[in-house]
């Protein structure tokens, strides 16, 4: 059976986070330097290393999820380490600071830390459920399956719009010819199309009070309904899978940055404090 990041190993990599955080704050409980508590004391330069540390290797999953060549520890075993120990880190570096934050490349990292932490909770969200509900909205069908579909019924509508008024004829014909899916950013994200041609022409057909052969009237309103389900499914479907896209131009760029602020305040510490 497939078995969640979160519980892999019973828990293994949650276990060995708490026991990380507990033992960091209980040294900094009983810590006691002569100034206020900050990343310039032993303990602040000991959870500095650890953090930085923890940082780096984060970072490196990236690359190593994207390796085909097989490595000495599991990819899950990565997985689940970079969930608990990205909130691991969370605690690290808040101890590290000592809390002392300001105007300064320190606080910058720190929040910037804080930006990928978030996001990439997201991120673990987007992913645990995306693929389920992607999975429920097609209903066994394939993209091309439902597209293949959608063609199937604009060829079947265009051989019945002549038996139309003008009117319902030319809502039906634009159902057809101008339905897009897609578009814009947004408009993928919302998984709707509040002016969707499809949409107004099962309405037009719907209240039309015009004589039409009813049984024709019947097919075309059955065929308008059905398109519609399928654009509603592939319009949801864009929609999931663009989830899982726009996250990472949040949490990869922000990783690249917080890696750059990183550097900067080590080289600050070393050489000019």
């Known amino acids: 059976m497939h078995e969640s990041i979160l519980i892999y190993r019973n828990h293994r990599y949650l ?4 026991a990380l955080i507990a033992v960091a704050s209980a040294v900094y409980l009983f810590h006691s330097p002569v100034e206020k508590p900050n990343g310039g004391t032993w303990l602040g330069y000991t959870l500095g290393v650890i953090a930085a540390g923890i940082m780096v290797w984060l970072t490196w999953f990236g690359v190593r999820k994207r390796s085909y060549k097989p490595g000495t520890i599991k990819l899950e075993d990565w997985a689940s380490a970079h969930v608990y120990l ?16 300001g105007v300064n490349i320190h606080t910058v990292l720190y929040f910037l830390m804080l930006i990928v932490v978030v996001s990439g909770i997201m991120g673990l969200y987007f992913y645990l459920t995306c693929p389920r509900l992607i999975a ?5 069908m394939t993209t091309e399956t439902m597209l293949a579909q959608i063609a199937d019924l604009d060829r079947d509508l265009r051989s019945q719009v002549m038996s139309l008024d003008d009117e319902t004829a030319q809502a039906v014909s634009d ?3 101008d339905t897009r899916i897609g578009g814009s950013l947004w408009r993928q994200l919302s998984g709707s199309d509040p002016d969707c041609p499809t949409t107004l022409a099962r309405q037009k057909l719907e209240t039309s009070t ?20 399928l654009l509603t499914r592939l319009r949801r479907d864009i929609q999931l899978r663009s989830l899982l896209q726009v996250w990472l131009y949040v949490h990869v760029p922000f990783t690249l940055g917080s890696m750059a602020a990183l550097f900067a305040h080590i080289v600050t510490v070393f050489y000019y404090w």
Do not use: P, Y
């Open 86 to 101: 990205g909130l691991t880190l969370v605690v690290i570096a808040t101890l590290h600071s000592g809390f002392q934050f």
């Open 210 to 229: 015009e004589s039409t052969d009813q049984e024709t009237r019947r097919q075309i309103l059955s065929r308008l309904t059905k398109k519609e389900d």
């Open 15 to 18: 276990k060995w986070s708490a």
């Open 136 to 140: 429920q909205n097609r209903r066994g």
């Open 175 to 177: 159902a057809v010819q």
